[in-house]
Each structure stands twice: as C-alpha cells, then as structure tokens.
C-alpha cells in the first residue's frame, strides 16, 4: 500500500491550493481518510478528514471555513482543497488512510495505517 500526497507548492497569502492523496494497493472506499500537517520546528497537528461512509467530515479549528476534503471513488482520491490561505500554513501535509477508522478517533494520528510522503505548501508574500 502506497499513498501519495501531492499538489503543494508556493503561494500567496489569500490564495488557494489543492492537494490530492493517491493510493495504489489501496482502494480509498469505505476508508477512513485524514490529512496532517507539521510545520518546521512543531509537531504533527490534524487539519481535516473524512468517514469512511463518505459524508461526514471533521476540520480542525484552525483551518474550519477554509480548508474542505473531497473523496472520489472513480478516481481513488481524496482532496484537500485550501482557501484563504495564511502563512501559519505552510507546513508538509500529509495524507492518511484507515479501514476501520471511528468517526471519534479521525482527528488522532495513531489510528491510522497508512501514511504517505507529504507534499511542502509554503504561504508567503
């Protein structure tokens, strides 16, 4: 099982970005799936997942009315789409994925199986 997080780059503040997370060996229906971030020198913080029904979502306070996840099935990925971007965002996000997630645990790092290799997202003018 690979995931892949990708999308990053620099952008203004104010600005958008999406992210995307691909899977192979792993299909993303009916998987719980997250994104994390960790800004240099901090420690890993949860910025906002999906169910693994589909429909529900969870945001960190931080990032709540800006940042929204998206699943699509056909496609095997999940998108982190970034609005109103600030430079207390610029962080390497991470995408992760479980298959027997909770709703209550979705914001906790260790109840994940899976991790991919984040992708740099740098916010600044």
């Known amino acids: 099982v690979q995931l892949q997080a990708s999308g990053g780059g620099s952008v203004n503040p104010g600005g958008s970005l999406t992210l995307s997370c691909a899977a192979s060996?792993?299909?993303?229906?009916?998987?719980?799936v997250g994104w994390f971030r960790q800004a240099p020198g901090k420690e890993r913080e949860f910025v906002g997942a999906v169910h693994r029904s589909g429909g529900s979502t969870v945001y960190a306070d931080a990032v709540k009315g800006r940042f929204t996840i998206s699943r699509d099935n056909a496609k095997n990925a999940v998108y982190l789409h970034m609005n109103n971007l600030r430079p207390e965002d610029t962080a390497v996000y991470y995408c992760?994925?479980?298959?027997?997630?909770?709703?209550?645990?979705?914001?906790?790092?260790?109840?994940?199986?899976?991790w991919g290799q984040g992708t740099l997202v740098t916010v600044s003018s």
């Open positions: 992760a994925a479980s298959p027997t997630i909770i709703y209550s645990s979705l914001p906790v790092a260790s109840s994940y199986n899976y």
């Open positions: 060996g792993l299909s993303f229906r009916g998987k719980g």
